[in-house]
């Protein structure tokens, strides 16, 4: 067994395919399927079941993954803390981000950083609020940037960056000319939202609540997956929704959405620079760290 059958191994898994894990590593099929048939005799059991066009893991291959994954980020970090000790910034950083700072904040900062250290590798790993604590405390991924505070003995956060959410509308519908809604009339509108574990749902939900608001008073016409999701429903009429004003910018200035405010209620949420509460963070974790909390002025402004 070594480290590169096992990085092999566990993009098999996420990708559920070994194409497209060759794909992804730059390799070929037969090269990919000769690795995993040796980490398979070398374990001695059968690792990965092949279902229809899918590739999922065994009992087996499930604990091995769970292992596979500390080892990589493991050797991983042992790497950019020698490369850091020599005074070269290097390495490999596994960064997680919840939906709006992943997929609106986050890849443009990474891209900053690397423009500064050029010899770093940068994994961004997209999930919801929930999912991305879990990622953090099982050791999956090293530090994040989600949108809500999380509740577990296990991580730690710092306040980050501000964000603005606004009541989201067609640009078709009769509240479009209006500059704000009341809850009340809120209330009696089909209304979109994220699924359970999305930051951008629980700060609704608490936002809502420090107005006297159930959110379950909300007439909910949809629960959708992500961002995009709930952003293309409004847009098609589904039904009205609260989003970040970043994730909504292009159908705002193309004007297909228009922003709204909600009286009586803050929309203001924060997010938060999270990581595990009793593991050393590598020296290049720390160092991106303290890049995003020199990037946090601009951004809060």
């Given at each position: ?109 990474v891209g900053d950083f690397l ?51 606004r009541l989201v509308v067609p ?64 847009r098609c009429g589904v039904g ?62």
């Open positions: 067994m070594d480290f590169w059958q096992l990085t092999i191994f566990i993009r098999v898994v996420e990708h559920k395919s070994f194409s497209k894990a060759a794909a992804a590593i730059h390799l070929s099929q037969p090269t990919v399927s000769s690795h995993i048939k040796d980490l398979e005799e070398h374990c001695g059991v059968k690792l990965l079941d092949r279902l229809g066009k899918e590739v999922r893991p065994t009992k087996a291959g499930e604990l091995l993954l769970a292992y596979a994954k500390r080892l990589v980020a493991l050797r991983e970090e042992t790497e950019t803390a020698l490369s850091q000790f020599k005074g070269i910034t290097r390495g490999t950083l596994t960064l997680g981000g919840s939906t709006i700072p992943g997929g609106y904040i986050l890849p443009s900062l423009k500064e250290h050029p010899k770093v590798r940068i994994s961004l790993i997209i999930k919801d609020t929930q999912e991305m604590a879990l990622a953090i405390a099982s050791g999956e991924v090293e530090l994040a940037v989600i949108g809500a505070s999380v509740a577990h003995s296990e991580i730690a956060q710092n306040p980050l960056f501000a964000d603005e959410m640009a078709s519908h009769p509240w479009a000319k209006q500059k704000s809604i009341s809850i009340e009339m809120l209330k009696n509108e089909p209304f979109v939202t994220r699924e359970e574990g999305s930051g951008t749902l629980k700060s609704i939900s608490e936002s809502l609540a420090q107005a006297g608001c159930d959110l379950n008073q909300l007439h909910i016409s949809a629960r959708m997956g992500n961002t995009v999701s709930v952003c293309e429903a409004v009205v929704s609260i989003l970040s004003a970043r994730a909504v910018e292009r159908e705002l200035r193309q004007k297909e959405l228009v922003a709204l405010r909600l009286d009586g209620v803050n929309l203001t949420r924060t997010f938060f620079l999270t990581h595990h509460k009793k593991r050393s963070l590598s020296p290049l974790a720390l160092a991106f760290s303290q890049f995003l909390t020199q990037s946090a002025g601009p951004l809060m402004s």
